[in-house]
T-cell receptor
Framework: GDSVTQMEGPVTLSEEACLTINCTYTATGYPSLFWYVQYPGEGLQLLLKATKADDKGSNKGFEATYRKETTSFHLEKGSVQVSDSAVYFCALSDLGQGAQKLVFGQGTRLTINP | NAGVTQTPKFRILKIGQSMTLQCTQDMNHNYMYWYRQDPGMGLKLIYYSVGAGITDKGEVPNGYNVSRSTTEDFPLRLELAAPSQTSVYFC??????????????FGSGTQLSVL
């Protein structure tokens, strides 16, 4: 079946450092790819998404590019802030399928120190 | 603007006890979901509902029951709690936007320990 593998955490960085959180996937079809973020005490919320190969999703300074050749969707940010401290989840879903078909990675906890 | 509300936030159960995790949403969404997240693992779908009166099993339904008598509420019932049900439980609801993209909203989770 489909699966998502994320970079092991936790990850601790200093403010203004560069961030990359790796995400790779296996899927039989052509999935849509997502990054969700969970801030402390809150529910998961969609950060960005990409629906086809070479698409780049972006939001709040974060970016991720759908790489079909390497089956990857790495999350990047050039300069992180303390407010980016959260748990980040990579996920996939078959195109046109509902959230009942979402497959999540295990999550990566990110802590940014001032 | 409450969104998706889950109660309780934390609970400790003894083996064999039962309990209901509450989930309510005030956005009039038809679709609702229950996920569990075990330590170091991704979220797994337990049950979902596409509207009042309709429920269906997800990937890991054993040991759980749900009901959907209203659009707003989607409670999750554990009848005979087992240590394997120690997990963080997330409820979610969704709607389709004008482009048919599904927008998913999550509650903040319920941390359950079964001892």
């Amino acid at each position: 079946g489909d699966s998502v593998t994320q970079m092991e955490g936790p990850v601790t960085l200093s403010e203004e450092a560069c961030l990359t959180i790796n995400c790779t996937y296996t899927a039989t079809g052509y999935p849509s790819l997502f990054w969700y973020v969970q801030y402390p005490g809150e529910g998961l919320q969609l950060l960005l998404k990409a629906t086809k190969a070479d698409d780049k999703g972006s939001n709040k300074g974060f970016e991720a590019t759908y790489r079909k050749e390497t089956t990857s969707f790495h999350l990047e940010k050039g300069s992180v802030q303390v407010s980016d401290s959260a748990v980040y989840f990579c996920a996939l879903s078959d195109l046109g399928q509902g959230a009942q078909k979402l497959v999540f990675g295990q999550g990566t906890r990110l802590t940014i120190n001032p | 603007n409450a969104g998706v509300t889950q109660t309780p936030k934390f609970r400790i159960l003894k083996i064999g006890q039962s309990m209901t995790l509450q989930c309510t949403q005030d956005m009039n969404h038809n679709y609702m979901y229950w996920y569990r997240q075990d330590p170091g693992m991704g979220l797994k779908l337990i049950y979902y509902s596409v509207g009042a009166g309709i429920t269906d099993k997800g990937e890991v339904p054993n040991g759980y029951n749900v009901s959907r008598s209203t659009t707003e509420d989607f409670p999750l019932r554990l009848e005979l709690a087992a240590p394997s049900q120690t997990s963080v439980y997330f409820c979610a609801s969704s709607f389709l936007d004008r482009d048919d993209n599904e927008k998913l909203f999550f509650g903040s989770g319920t941390q359950l320990s079964v001892l």
